[in-house]
């Protein structure tokens, strides 16, 4: 029962507020004519995003690797799909967020 309040709770409170917004979501896409092959290229975007949560939960399951690797491996694969398939990042971008965590920084004491 640990995990399944906390789990009904949110979904509750997720269906609240999909209820309180439903006004101000579009229906963007409701007077476009069915394509399979825009379909095709949906999916192919949503199921990369999906493969993030196997390679983590997967490469525990099986013992691949740690959660501390499997964390490493998440993000690099985001990455890869920040670049290559969603170009949302690109290569100077992509050099600035990779240096950027390893950039010697004032201690505060």
């Given at each position: ?8 709770v949110m ?11 439903r ?22 975007r949503?199921?990369a ?23 490493i ?5 985001a990455?890869?799909?920040g670049?290559f ?9 992509f050099?600035?967020v990779?240096?950027?965590p390893?950039r010697p920084?004032q201690?505060?004491?």
């Amino acid at each position: 029962m640990g995990g399944f309040i906390p789990g009904a709770v949110m979904t509750i409170f997720m269906i609240a507020v999909r209820h309180l917004l439903r006004a101000q979501i579009t229906t963007c896409g409701r007077d476009q004519i069915f394509n399979w092959k825009v379909l095709g290229a949906d999916v192919h975007r949503r199921v990369a995003a999906v493969i993030n949560a196997a390679i983590i939960m997967g490469g525990m399951t099986f013992g691949w690797f740690t959660p501390t690797e499997a964390a490493i491996a998440a993000c690099a694969w985001a990455m890869i799909l920040g670049v290559f398939l969603y170009r949302s990042l690109n290569f100077k971008q992509f050099y600035k967020v990779t240096m950027e965590p390893s950039r010697p920084r004032q201690a505060s004491c």
